[in-house]
């Protein structure tokens, strides 16, 4: 069977649960677990991309060049992936970052805004980088949107498109359906990023697969804010078992995640990923996680149930930098209820 | 769509995680928070069914008699369901289950051994009991075994026969087209009981019900050993945004686990379930879990891995009480090495 190609994000999307804290020498360390695990691309940086490193997106310890500088230096066959969200990077900070090692770079628009991916795609591809485009979100659109959005992306010469489903909202036979769909109408290949928030992540890995992307995403231990993402070492078991062909060994992955990832996940006193209340309903109603601390702030403030907003905004399509809405979306709620239950 | 029966087992199969140490008044407030929520079912006692309270399967704060009687009390309007395995509970203990409230009874078996269950289920069925034939470590068996098993419980008067992925090591598509096959060729109605070692447990879920299945377990949080069960709030989150009718509330019974589980948990100083790399091999081989401690002994004794004990042991298909097999199969790998490799 087509083999799968496995970018592993524990050093960017798992940053989140670390809060951007790793030291160059874990960076380092667990980069090279993953590298002799067999992993074929190896993502780092701060979780929301290049340059995320900020007051708004949280300061991590070290800023992304000296991590992609310090990693770059103990791989050898692995490719090292920086994400860049056009707007928080620039073409700049690529430049640097591939002078420094990196060598793939995934280029994150919403779902519907492929469109300001066309500058950074562009100039990836002419600086020689292996360019991903990753269109996150993706429930929130249907399969001849996201055709059209990742078409863009092909045209401004990505070598992959990704569908992403950033809030772990999407079911097995969405993911299939879609991705056949991406399939059939595109020339480059296709990949697929997930999270767990429902549970599904490596359901829908395999789904994916099955319905013809060549790229999946995963993270050790499934590290990632919340439910997590697929877990590495799951998804290479149950690719094994299907004796569908990779280049990840099983136990290395497994010792990788046992016995450097998790003891630096301990000594930091973070939490191990695991589902809560607060991820499954990022899941069930698809709408950021950082949604979450506004709609328990509009919960106090209205006297409404926070999941009752959250499944609102998810209705309404809420996308990030709409936390305005927020307060809205509960006082509608807060009101509606009134005109429902007046003797209250 | 069609309605889904919920059977939630975070009382019996989720006792595992507790030692089975629950208060007679935790035991009735979870009871009762499941039973507000709307859950259909509910089963408690021993992790290893009626009487497993015992020095080969651990002692429960209480007897099975106990926890019966003190829950039915509390119960108004779901269904008490026990468990039963032949051989260890017997007939007298039924009639005593049945005599202190327990409605609903599940004889289980292993997927090759229905016959075993033929004087209990036909002894439940004249008690006027609710049947329900528990065929387990399905992924042992093919399909057309697993429906000849089946149809053995059907033919003692069994009113629904569960198919039970007790190591987890079922993916989506083999339990779709296993249970379309029961559904087929069964007139009773079919259940499925997940386990999450591979991640595949709400995927399962699904995926069953797809195929025709109208009885689904969970645990809540999905408690239970090493990755546990399908966790109830996720089960009836994807059922929801499916459309799939079923008579649970979601938020009641999010709240359920987080209000009245999680504090009696963390309480005992018990882990929330999640996978590790036990859990994933148990799944991955397709084992029993009662087999890891074993394994790991002779892994040690035989410098053998582990994990190459434990999927040759799945390859052979080994079943409980056959755990003398394990010194045997860790002793063979241990001279192939020696054969394979001369110079170490």
Redesign the interface.
Known sequence: MRKVIITDTTLRDGSHSVFHQHTLDEMKSIAKALEDAGVDIIELGHGDGLTGSSINYGFGLHNDFEYIEAVASVLTKAKLAVLLIPGIGTIEHLEKAKELGAEVIRVATHVTEADVSEQHIKAAKEMGLFTVGFLMMAHMADKETILQEAKKMESYGADVVYMTDSSGAM??DEVYENIKYLKENLNVPIGHHSH?N???????S??AYKAGADYIDGSLI?LGAGAGN??T??LV??L???GIENNVD??KI?DA??DVLKPIIVNKGRE?P????DS??V??AGVYSSFMLHAKNASERFKV?T?DILVELGRKKAVGGQEDWIIEVAHNLANKDKIMQPTK
């Open positions: 079911l097995p767990n429902l549970g599904m992540a490596v359901a829908n395999l789904s499934g697929c877990p070492e799951m078991a149950v094994d078992k299907q099983l136990y497994i995640g046992d191990l695991r589902f809560n209340s499954l309903m899941g069930y149930d999941r």
